[in-house]
């Protein structure tokens, strides 16, 4: 399975957008990047994902760079509630979890 | 539309036993995966089945399997439990190739 790479830890103040890093140089023209999160005491849920273009939704948006060897999820506006491991991942059949971003918030 | 459940929340077995934990999926998906996460890690792909058929495997061993119903509902099996299988357990249903939905998961303690 293709690689990817996160920042371990960034923090954020409330109310101000976020971007959160991943590395993939190894990605293959077929893999779909995907976006989960996981807050404290739940089961990972999912936030978004793209194949080389740009995606929006509720949630929040998808940068992928025109090489696709990198991406950047883009929190509009934290919240407090945003505040979570955000994992970067490449499969969908088979999601291959690395360590994630742990995202803190500061009021 | 009712999410995906795990039952139980928290187990506590002894090394050597051998536990069952269960997952049901959402409405009209028929696709579940498995999953285990240890302490600060993220999780690890168990193995995923889809009609009932087993469609995929990570790196566990044959004492990890499970089953998947005709309702899609589906369990996870661990025989001679160990110490390192002391992890949150987590299911996820999906349609194939699909976004997974995610259960809270099941904490099993081995002692």
């Known amino acids: 399975d293709a690689k990817t790479t996160q920042p371990n830890s960034m923090e954020s103040n409330e109310e101000e957008p976020v971007h959160l890093p991943c590395n993939h140089s190894?990605?293959?023209?077929?893999?779909?990047i995907h976006w989960y999160r996981q807050l404290p005491s739940q089961g990972p849920e999912y936030v978004i994902h793209?194949?080389?273009s740009n995606v929006n939704n509720r949630m929040a948006s998808l940068a992928i760079a025109e090489d696709r060897k990198s991406s950047t999820l883009i929190l509009h506006r934290a919240t407090l509630r945003d505040a979570a491991v955000y994992y970067c991942?490449?499969?969908?059949?088979?999601?291959?979890f690395g360590t994630g971003t742990r995202l803190t918030i500061i009021p | 539309e009712t999410g995906v459940t795990q039952s139980p929340t928290h187990l506590i077995k002894t090394r050597g036993q051998q536990v069952t934990l269960r997952c049901s999926s959402q409405?009209?998906?028929?696709?579940v995966s498995w999953y285990q996460q240890a302490l600060g890690q993220g999780p690890q792909f168990i193995f995923q089945?889809?009609?009932?058929?087993?469609?995929g495997r990570g790196n566990f061993p044959p004492r990890f399997s499970g089953l998947q119903f005709p309702n899609y509902s589906s369990e996870l099996n661990v025989n001679a439990l160990e110490l390192d299988d002391s992890a949150l357990y987590l299911c996820?249903?999906?349609?194939?190739?699909?976004?997974?939905?995610f259960g809270p998961g099941t904490r099993l303690t081995v002692l």
């Open positions: 996820a249903s999906s349609l194939p190739l699909g976004e997974q939905f």
């Open positions: 190894t990605i293959s023209g077929t893999d779909y």
């Open positions: 793209g194949l080389t």
């Open positions: 991942i490449l499969r969908v059949e088979k999601l291959t």
């Open positions: 409405s009209g998906h028929n696709t």
């Open positions: 089945y889809y009609r009932e058929e087993e469609n």
